[in-house]
């Protein structure tokens, strides 16, 4: 009987406090991660979010026009999102639900400026990836001149939204890539699928996120094809805001209200 139990929670699905146990823990080791670490894995991430823009222009420069084109394209979004994510680096927009769980179950000074820290450390280091991967793009032939006018595209409409839409468009992404973080402890082998049909639901919505666009505005920005101040204040921090109200405020929130009872039991 003990056996047959054994199996049977094993079969069953992890309840939400389990869910929320598991990514609290992974939320402990990464603000406990050196600042070295941080900043090359932050670092990396940004480099590898990259081909989210090259491997969504690569399907759109060769895909034949057709009605289906638009949703076929948006795959190759997904590309840069399965690196990143089974490579285990540091992606700020996955840092808006795992570092929040240890927050808001010891909510201090000291935690704050732990989850302030590696923020910091994470975003600017993915920002600093994603310039490195948009001076390849722009100013070396490792990527296929007959695919820089689709990177061009892509790039000047992800720029192209108000800022107050870029903002609202911001929230879906970090709804969604926060949802990506809760379903994998219990995704296991479905984990690549996880990732890769929510991350298109992100290319495919036209939500807009603060890394992989990232890339798009920094080369716009080397290509001489925006400003400074149109980037910053027309696509960045409003995005930023809206993912950051989308992974944490809204997501992360609402996860922990259905697990607070428990856990504080």
């Known amino acids: 009987m003990a056996n047959e139990d054994r199996l049977v929670e094993e079969a069953a699905s992890l309840a939400p406090k389990h869910i929320y146990e598991i990514i609290r823990r992974e939320g402990d080791e990464e603000l406990a991660r050196p600042t070295r670490s941080l900043i090359w894995s932050g670092t990396a991430a940004g480099v590898m979010i990259s081909f989210s823009v090259i491997g969504e222009a690569i399907l759109r420069t060769y895909l034949p026009e057709n009605s289906l084109q638009y949703l076929i394209e948006n795959l190759g979004y997904s590309l840069g999102f399965l690196l990143v994510i089974l490579g285990r680096l540091q992606l700020f927009t996955e840092n808006t639900i795992t570092t929040i769980f240890p927050l808001v179950g010891e909510p201090t000074g000291r935690m704050f400026a732990r989850v302030a820290r590696l923020w910091g450390i994470v975003l600017s280091a993915n920002v600093v990836g994603a310039l490195g991967a948009a001076l390849v793009i722009a100013f070396t032939p490792a990527i296929s001149p007959e695919v820089l006018p689709a990177i061009t595209e892509l790039s000047e409409h992800a720029l192209g939204f108000p800022a107050m839409e870029a903002f609202a468009r911001g929230i879906p992404a970090g709804v969604l890539v926060a949802a990506i973080v809760w379903m994998l402890p219990q995704a296991e082998s479905g984990s690549f699928w996880v ?37 910053i204040f027309g696509f960045f921090l409003p995005v930023l805001a809206g993912n950051v109200v989308g992974g944490t405020v809204i997501f992360t929130m609402m996860a922990w209200g259905q697990v607070q009872a428990e856990v504080e039991d």
């Open 195 to 231: 990732i890769v049909f929510f991350t298109w639901l992100i290319a495919a919505g036209d939500f807009t996120h603060i890394i992989a666009g990232s890339v798009e505005m920094w080369f716009m920005l080397v290509s001489g094809l925006t400003s400074i101040p149109d980037a």
